[in-house]
Protein backbone atom coordinates (compact mmCIF):
# COMPACT_ATOMS: atom_id res chain seq x y z
CA UNK A 1 0.00 0.00 0.00
CA UNK A 2 1.47 3.67 -0.95
CA UNK A 3 0.09 6.11 1.26
CA UNK A 4 0.61 10.45 -0.13
CA UNK A 5 0.44 12.63 1.72
CA UNK A 6 2.01 16.67 2.09
CA UNK A 7 -0.35 18.27 -0.76
CA UNK A 8 -2.44 21.93 -0.41
CA UNK A 9 -2.65 24.92 -1.44
CA UNK A 10 -0.17 26.99 -2.18
CA UNK A 11 0.83 30.80 -3.89
CA UNK A 12 2.65 30.53 -7.18
CA UNK A 13 6.34 30.77 -6.17
CA UNK A 14 6.36 28.60 -3.56
CA UNK A 15 7.01 25.15 -2.26
CA UNK A 16 5.81 22.06 -1.18
CA UNK A 17 6.82 18.72 -0.26
CA UNK A 18 4.96 15.43 -0.54
CA UNK A 19 5.99 12.18 0.76
CA UNK A 20 4.90 8.31 -0.17
CA UNK A 21 5.11 5.93 2.42
CA UNK A 22 5.41 2.54 1.54
CA UNK A 23 3.43 -0.31 3.66
CA UNK A 24 5.62 -3.01 3.81
CA UNK A 25 9.56 -3.63 2.15
CA UNK A 26 10.05 -2.39 -1.03
CA UNK A 27 12.52 -4.68 -2.87
CA UNK A 28 15.62 -2.84 -4.04
CA UNK A 29 14.49 -4.14 -7.93
CA UNK A 30 11.67 -1.39 -7.63
CA UNK A 31 11.04 1.97 -8.98
CA UNK A 32 9.31 4.71 -7.53
CA UNK A 33 7.59 6.91 -9.48
CA UNK A 34 5.72 10.44 -9.16
CA UNK A 35 2.75 11.36 -11.66
CA UNK A 36 0.16 14.01 -11.42
CA UNK A 37 -3.39 14.60 -13.53
CA UNK A 38 -5.31 17.56 -13.42
CA UNK A 39 -9.16 17.25 -14.83
CA UNK A 40 -9.56 15.88 -18.03
CA UNK A 41 -6.33 15.17 -18.63
CA UNK A 42 -4.12 12.07 -18.67
CA UNK A 43 -2.00 11.08 -15.71
CA UNK A 44 1.57 12.71 -15.93
CA UNK A 45 4.67 11.32 -15.17
CA UNK A 46 6.90 13.88 -13.74
CA UNK A 47 10.01 11.59 -11.43
CA UNK A 48 11.19 8.00 -11.10
CA UNK A 49 14.40 7.18 -8.46
CA UNK A 50 15.28 3.52 -8.29
CA UNK A 51 15.17 1.98 -4.64
CA UNK A 52 18.83 0.36 -5.12
CA UNK A 53 20.78 3.37 -6.19
CA UNK A 54 19.21 6.26 -6.09
CA UNK A 55 19.41 7.05 -9.43
CA UNK A 56 16.57 9.70 -10.36
CA UNK A 57 14.87 10.15 -13.71
CA UNK A 58 12.31 13.24 -14.69
CA UNK A 59 9.82 14.49 -17.08
CA UNK A 60 11.68 17.61 -19.00
CA UNK A 61 8.46 19.98 -18.08
CA UNK A 62 9.85 19.59 -14.20
CA UNK A 63 13.50 18.92 -14.45
CA UNK A 64 15.35 21.61 -12.27
CA UNK A 65 11.91 22.42 -9.69
CA UNK A 66 11.17 18.84 -8.91
CA UNK A 67 13.21 16.59 -6.99
CA UNK A 68 12.46 13.10 -5.88
CA UNK A 69 14.32 11.80 -3.40
CA UNK A 70 13.96 8.23 -1.24
CA UNK A 71 14.35 7.16 2.72
CA UNK A 72 15.22 4.11 2.91
CA UNK A 73 14.95 3.58 6.61
CA UNK A 74 10.92 5.10 6.63
CA UNK A 75 10.13 3.28 3.31
CA UNK A 76 9.27 6.83 1.62
CA UNK A 77 9.94 8.43 -1.49
CA UNK A 78 9.79 12.13 -1.00
CA UNK A 79 8.79 15.04 -4.21
CA UNK A 80 9.92 18.42 -3.56
CA UNK A 81 7.88 20.33 -5.57
CA UNK A 82 9.33 24.27 -6.43
CA UNK A 83 8.77 26.96 -8.37
CA UNK A 84 5.19 26.15 -8.42
CA UNK A 85 2.86 27.47 -11.47
CA UNK A 86 -0.43 27.74 -11.61
CA UNK A 87 -0.27 25.08 -14.13
CA UNK A 88 1.20 22.33 -11.66
CA UNK A 89 -2.27 22.29 -9.81
CA UNK A 90 -3.24 18.53 -9.98
CA UNK A 91 -3.98 15.40 -7.76
CA UNK A 92 -0.44 13.63 -7.72
CA UNK A 93 0.29 10.21 -7.23
CA UNK A 94 2.77 8.01 -6.48
CA UNK A 95 3.25 4.14 -7.77
CA UNK A 96 5.96 1.49 -7.82
CA UNK A 97 6.83 -0.80 -10.84
CA UNK A 98 9.94 -2.35 -12.32
CA UNK A 99 11.38 0.22 -14.32
CA UNK A 100 11.08 4.18 -14.93
CA UNK A 101 8.65 3.88 -17.21
CA UNK A 102 7.41 7.33 -18.30
CA UNK A 103 3.52 5.78 -18.68
CA UNK A 104 1.28 5.41 -16.28
CA UNK A 105 0.89 1.49 -17.23
CA UNK A 106 4.02 0.49 -15.99
CA UNK A 107 3.21 0.57 -12.62
CA UNK A 108 1.62 -2.01 -11.02
CA UNK A 109 0.97 0.33 -7.37
CA UNK A 110 -0.46 3.28 -7.14
CA UNK A 111 -1.32 5.61 -3.87
CA UNK A 112 -4.57 7.26 -3.59
CA UNK A 113 -3.28 10.32 -4.78
CA UNK A 114 -2.92 14.39 -2.97
CA UNK A 115 -4.44 17.22 -4.78
CA UNK A 116 -1.81 20.17 -5.04
CA UNK A 117 -3.33 23.45 -5.74
CA UNK A 118 -1.30 26.57 -6.98
CA UNK A 119 -2.69 29.89 -6.44
CA UNK A 120 -2.06 32.36 -8.72
Known amino acids: QLLESGGGLVQAGGSLRLSCAAS????????MAWFRQAPGKERDFLAA????????YYADAVKGRFTISKDNAENTVRLLLSSLKPEDTAVYYC???????????????WGQGTQVTVSS
Open 95 to 109: AKGTSPDHHYSGYTK
Open 24 to 31: GRIFSSSV
Open 49 to 56: IRWSNGRT
